[in-house]
C-alpha cells in the first residue's frame, strides 16, 4: 500500500510565500506524474500543478508565473512553492501520486493525501 502526506501550509498575508511538501512511502515500486490540487470552499477540486517522472510540468493558467512545482524521484517527494499568493489561492491543497505498488507494479493508481490547508488574508 502506499501513502501520502502532505505538509507546509499555513497562513499567509497577500504577497507572502509558502512552500507545500508532499512524501509518498510504503510499498512504492514506481511513481509517474505527481501533482497538486486544490479546493476552496464551495468550489470544485481543481489542478494546480503537475509534474512527470521526466520533469515536465504543466500548470494552472491562474498560478502561472507565481508557483513552481518540482520533485525528487530519489526521495518520491514533490513539492510546491508558492509566491506573490493572493487571497483567491485560499483552498485545501492535496497531493496526488500516480503510483504502482510491490504487489501490483504494472498497475498504476492515484494516491491522495489528506490535504493541508493554505490561507491567504490580510
Known amino acids: 500500500q502506499v501513502h501520502v502526506v502532505e505538509s507546509g501550509g499555513g497562513s499567509v498575508q497577500p504577497g507572502g510565500s509558502l512552500r507545500l511538501s508532499c512524501a509518498a512511502s510504503?510499498?512504492?515500486?514506481?511513481?509517474?506524474?505527481m501533482g497538486w490540487y486544490r479546493q476552496a470552499p464551495g468550489k470544485e477540486r481543481e489542478l494546480v500543478a503537475r509534474?512527470?517522472?521526466?520533469?515536465?510540468?504543466n500548470y494552472a493558467g491562474s498560478v502561472k508565473d507565481r508557483f513552481t512545482i518540482s520533485r525528487n524521484n530519489a526521495e518520491n517527494t514533490v513539492y510546491l512553492q508558492m509566491n506573490s499568493l493572493k487571497p483567491e489561492d485560499t483552498a485545501v491543497y492535496y497531493c496526488?501520486?500516480?503510483?504502482?505498488?510491490?504487489?501490483?507494479?504494472?498497475?498504476?493508481?492515484?494516491?491522495w493525501g489528506q490535504g493541508t490547508l493554505v490561507t491567504v488574508s490580510s
Open positions: 510504503g510499498m512504492i515500486f514506481s511513481i509517474n506524474d
Open positions: 509534474i512527470t517522472r521526466g520533469g515536465r510540468t
Open positions: 496526488c501520486v500516480e503510483s504502482s505498488s510491490l504487489e501490483t507494479p504494472m498497475k498504476y493508481l492515484e494516491v
